[in-house]
């Protein structure tokens, strides 16, 4: 039972690790998650997906690259370059129009080079569902209290082991 029971308490810790690298250690490499909330981008992005986003300069952005833009303070967007604008009267100013691949139309607006966060690099699949529900209250309370299980867990089988085995020498065989 023993033996078993810490199997299983090694993988749930094994898949929290995991999940904490992919949530949070990226950001530690220079990578930005963020959860696609549309099915804009579909059939590349889905709703649901977790996106990481790497900072690219946007002087070297071509048509056809994904990017990731602010549309404002709260909203960030992550949609196909189809045309890169340059400044009329600026030649250190560019701007991008974008398309979702499955929208119809392209967007209504031009990003700014400023407003480019970066590139998308990879995706985890429905991970956005997960890192959207930690992020609020009722989310936060269930991760912590799961954190919580989880070390209760591994040590449990400690704090209840058998005394005997404990307190019994063990004779040597010759």
């Known amino acids: 039972f023993k033996k078993v029971w810490n199997g299983m308490t090694t993988v749930l810790v094994l898949m929290v690790a995991i999940l904490a690298v992919l949530l949070v250690g990226t950001r530690f ?26 900072e690219v300069d946007p002087f070297e952005l071509e048509e056809g690259t994904i990017i990731t833009f602010m549309l404002s303070e709260d909203t960030i967007a992550t949609h196909r370059i189809v045309e890169v604008v340059p400044d009329a009267e600026d030649d250190t100013v560019i701007r ?9 139309s392209e967007d209504g607006g031009l990003v700014h080079y400023k407003n480019v966060v970066g590139s998308p690099i990879f ?9 959207n529900f ?3 209250p009722p989310g936060t309370y269930v991760a ?13 089988p400690d704090l209840f082991g058998d005394d005997e085995e404990k307190s019994t020498p063990k004779k040597d065989v010759k």
């Open 29 to 54: 490499i220079g990578l930005m998650p963020f959860t696609v909330l549309s099915g804009s981008m579909e059939p590349v992005y889905s709703a649901g997906d977790l996106i990481y986003v790497k």
């Open 96 to 104: 991008f129009k974008t398309k979702g691949d499955a929208n119809e």
């Open 134 to 136: 930690i992020q609020e």
């Open 144 to 156: 912590i209290a799961a954190g919580a299980l989880i070390l209760a867990l591994v040590f449990i």
């Open 123 to 131: 995706s985890v699949p429905k991970l956005g569902y997960v890192a």
